[in-house]
């Protein structure tokens, strides 16, 4: 009798067992994670190195999947307000789908998120030329960013993995050989801490971020207009119609931009007759977090009162990406086969201003040659009954 093994991959994926009993071959149903992903869907090779999802748990039951390609979270299992566990972020369920359509769900960004105008710096008194995949802008640092690289997994355990990149120097023409980590760690009051280092060779920028779409209510086949947002930010970045910001920065009150106080996404958010929303075809924008890059103090809150699930934001940044989903339009299908529609998902980006190196008065999002870049931001997901 042939005997086939079988082997673990990571500390999530369990590849086929296969038997040969009485010259008939049986092929075990492959387990599948909690949020119904199927682990053997994310082997691959890809660039000559090897794709894995990996499930990190905690004592409360909350799972958290993550695959190396992008350092992309996959799939977020949490309690709602009956106990019922709800996936909560958008994605894929295969890693074919990840690699072939363009997407963020879930990302690791870099080595710039957001935009950067024209896709020029000028570093040490030297100008770069940078993709141009967005309105004539670099966005995510360009249609190769490293949400389309795989990341090496240095450390995993059951609640934490370490993922780490070598981005070349020139890679998508930005400066330096940089090295750059994300660590996932899933705690167990239900947050996701994201940590980010890097460190380079040469002068360059460094702009790290986490492109997770939530969907609170589990179905991500609804969109999360009724879901209540909190912003701790008196001020904001305004963007001109191709989305890249003017260089000011402007006070929300008595404008559709003020979430100092819980309001629903949706309630302001087609009215077009004010510009930045016309210009952000709905929320696409920056704000300017009071929180002065103290990761204790609250960034932003969203509360879905269908499922009772929260999302506190946390983090080390002076800036807060809020972006709606106002691009998807139902041509893309994700896991379960959704189609995911327009404002089915909120991001909460933590970052550097948009296009920081070309405004300097800014905090800056330079990193020289023995200096660590080093960034936080922490997702911590509740119940309001």
């Known amino acids: 009798m042939k005997q086939f093994t079988k082997s673990l991959l990571g500390i999530a994926i369990i590849a086929t ?17 909690e949020s119904g992903l199927n682990p053997e869907k994310f082997v691959k090779n890809i660039d000559g190195k090897n794709t894995a999802l990996y499930t990190l748990t905690n004592k409360n039951g909350v799972e958290v999947c993550i695959t190396n390609f992008g350092g992309r979270i996959a799939s977020i299992m949490v309690p709602d307000k009956n106990g019922v566990k709800q996936d909560i972020v958008l994605g894929f369920d295969n890693i074919d789908d990840y690699q072939n359509i363009s997407s963020d769900f879930g990302a690791c960004i870099g080595r710039y ?92 920028v460094i702009n790290m971020t986490n492109h997770s779409y939530f969907n609170l209510t589990g179905d991500a086949s609804k969109p999360v207009t009724e879901c209540l947002l909190t912003i701790n930010a008196d001020n904001y970045t305004p963007v001109d119609s191709t989305f890249m910001t003017t260089g000011e920065i402007v006070p929300v009150e008595n ?34 977090l009071n929180t002065n890059c103290d990761a204790t103090q609250l960034a932003a809150k969203v509360v879905c009162p269908e499922t009772g699930i929260t999302l506190d934001v946390y983090t080390s940044e002076p800036g807060l990406q809020i972006y709606t989903g106002n691009f998807l339009d139902s041509t893309v299908k994700g896991k379960k086969g959704i189609a995911y529609p327009q404002r089915s998902a909120i991001c909460l980006e933590t970052q550097k201003y948009p296009d920081t190196p070309n405004k300097p008065e800014w905090p800056t999002a330079i990193l020289n040659p023995g200096e660590k870049y080093t960034s936080l931001c922490i997702y911590k997901f509740g119940v309001e009954k």
């Open 255 to 288: 404008t559709p931009m003020d979430f100092r106080t819980a309001k629903a996404i949706g309630q302001e958010i087609n009215n077009y007759d004010f510009v930045q929303l016309k210009n952000g075809n709905g929320y696409d924008h920056n704000w300017v």
């Open 17 to 33: 067992a296969l038997c040969s009993c009485g010259g008939q071959k049986q092929q075990e149903a492959p387990a599948l994670t």
């Open 113 to 204: 998120a957001n935009r950067i105008n024209q896709g020029k710096i000028t570093v040490e008194g030297v100008e770069y030329q940078l993709p141009q995949n967005n309105y004539g802008h670099c966005l995510h640092g360009g249609p190769q960013g490293w949400q389309y690289k795989v990341f090496d997994v240095e450390k995993v355990s059951s609640n934490e993995i370490a993922l780490t990149l070598n981005s070349p120097d020139g890679d998508a023409n930005f400066p330096g050989n940089v090295t750059a980590k994300v660590v996932y760690t899933l705690t167990d009051d239900n947050a996701i801490n994201i940590a980010y280092e890097a460190t380079t060779d040469k002068t360059t």
